[in-house]
């Protein structure tokens, strides 16, 4: 996955007001993060140890992980805040005149405030309610789990009174006259709205959401201020249910593989693991015309393998890659469209945290998600490879001697340790010696005895930075999987999911009619939402849908995860093409052109997987 979602805009140089409390935040939230990540690890990993090794498990690991996991996606959220970089859509605001953005940009750091404002006491009220809960193993308070809650709303609270403030006061009253009309039209509205039944969803799910995010208002706080405007003006419903359901959609242990993995990705390009993986692939068929296409796509599908997130994958292999194809003479906009195209290509493959993500919150097997999730990267990686000999070969120089045995053998043997972490990976949760979840600890400890013990290039500088951008990520994607399952909740009691279900179930076509219908829905969902929320709102909806037509579970969950991917990182709208320009360094005006080719073969291997079941459940036992 992506952080595609990652704003390229990463915080600005604070005003003298709020430097001090930029400060504090800092000191406060990023310290007590990196800890939390390091005590998830060592406490995941010693059970693992425990029950492998000695037979012993420990009943209070997964409990104590619980705990921690919930501080950590709220202190994340709160880092990711404070640093502008939960996920949004900067595509129209980029567009606007300069005035004009600075309002929008305004509307972006103060509308999260009001969300946080509007829970603040609902979220005081439900760690109240967990006073009364004790942990069955360690016998502790529920309140301490709880009040990650609260604290991390007022943390992320205070991170946006920051940045609304280091707009400039004129912006800043601007973006509140601007949210108090739309709250006061929406006001005036409501006995309307009311009237209009069910038709009202369009009005909260539709339009107010989909103008919050192109106002480019962070998404999971678009999916809170729709919901609770919802709530607020056409039900009774309290507010209070809303910190259970975020509690309810942040806390389930299966996420906790999104930050292992997140970390491990760190890990793999801090120790080089990444760059000899590459080495030896171009050594092996970089001499080749469009080799080394050829190259970027087999990293891309190794590195997917290891790391989980399609952000850290592209940061692994575009910075060893770009410069010696540029030398060649590929254009820098054919770089980046593979780049991005390879991203989406490499969706499904374990330990994807799309598939972790889809197998949590539709309950579908995580182990039977990678499994099926091989054969339909190697299709879509096939099919990208065609466009890519006949692109790349136009106006490059191709370097026509082999390489030799020699200097083959030489890579192959400095690569050899990193390419065996993807196959520890994946016999550690084949052999049952860790959990989908746990599996991220054995790649950690395995990545950091190679960097230290064989390549020799891991810095303990580095770790504390990449501990907190594991934090920051993680937390970015759990608060939008809190959000959305809040959205979800409130969906599903106004019995939207039964009138999606039904119209996409009566789709002419049957099950492939149901497929392409899919298709579609969630390319759209991939590029407006971002995956991780479009997957999380629909995924318990739909996939029921498809069991019903008689689609395999697993085979579905490819096809739609596929269609996010695309959708993802296709412009002009998808997140993911713009962190590939960034992370290639390539302006974005310079793929525009020239990604349509690979997308389009992305499609058609999307339709081969669609279509040919066997290529998703073959390997399933």
Known sequence: MRTASLSEEL????????????????????????????????????????????????????????????WLAMLGSAIAQRRGQHMRMTALVGKCSA???????????????????????????????????????????????????????VLMLLASLVRSVDRGWRDLVSAIIVIAVVACVLYALGPWIRAIGNWNLVVFFAVLLALSVLAGVPIAFAFGLSTVS???????????????????????LILLAVPLFILLGYLIVMTRMSTAMVNFLAAL???????????????????????????????AVAPVLFPDMKKRGIHEGEL??????????????????????????????????????????????????????????????????????REIGRTFVVAAPALMLPIIIRLAVMEGVATATEVATIGIAYAIMVGILVYRSFNWRELYSALVGTAALAGTILFIIG???????????????????????????????????????????????????AMVLFGPLLFPVAKQLGVHEVHYAMVVILAMGIGLFAPPFGLGYYAACSIGQVDPNAGLKRIWSYLAALVVGLLVVAFVPWISTGFLP
């Open 230 to 252: 919802y709530l607020l003006l056409t039900t009774t419903t309290p507010l209070e249910v809303l910190p259970g359901r975020i509690d309810e959609g942040v806390s389930s």
């Open 483 to 533: 959000a959305a399952t809040c959205m979800s909740w409130a969906l599903t009691q106004s019995n939207f999911s039964h009138a999606l279900a039904a119209a996409l179930a009566q789709a002419p076509g049957g099950k492939y009619g149901f497929l392409i219908g899919s298709i579609v829905l969630f390319i759209v969902l991939g590029s407006v939402l971002e995956g991780i929320p």
């Open 11 to 70: 915080t600005a140089p604070v005003s003298n007001i709020a430097a001090p409390l930029d400060t504090l935040l800092a000191l406060v939230t990023e310290p007590l993060a990196a800890i939390v990540v390091v005590a998830e690890v060592l406490v995941l990993l010693i059970g693992v140890i425990s029950r492998f090794v000695f037979n012993h498990p420990l009943t209070w690991s997964d409990e104590l992980a619980s705990i921690m996991f919930l």
């Open 99 to 153: 005035r004009t953005r600075g309002l929008l940009e305004s509307v972006g750091a103060a509308a999260p405030a009001v969300f946080l404002l509007l829970i603040l006491g609902p979220a005081y009220n439900f760690t109240e309610d967990q006073t009364f809960v004790h942990t069955p193993a360690l016998g502790l308070n529920d309140a301490f789990r709880a009040a990650a809650l609260p604290v991390g709303v």
């Open 336 to 405: 980046v469209s593979l780049l991005a195209a390879s991203g989406a290509m490499a969706e499904t493959i374990p330990p994807s945290i799309v598939l972790i993500i889809i197998g949590s919150v539709t309950g579908v097997s995580i182990a039977a998600l990678f499994t099926g999730g091989l054969l339909p990267g190697v299709v879509l990686a096939l099919a990208l490879a065609i466009i890519a000999r006949r692109r790349m070969a136009e106006g490059a120089e191709v370097e026509r001697g082999v390489t030799s045995g």
């Open 285 to 315: 068929v970089g001499h080749v015309e469009g080799g080394l296409a050829y190259v970027l796509l087999g990293a891309m599908l190794l590195v997917s393998g290891i790391s989980g997130a399609k952000t850290a994958d592209m940061a």
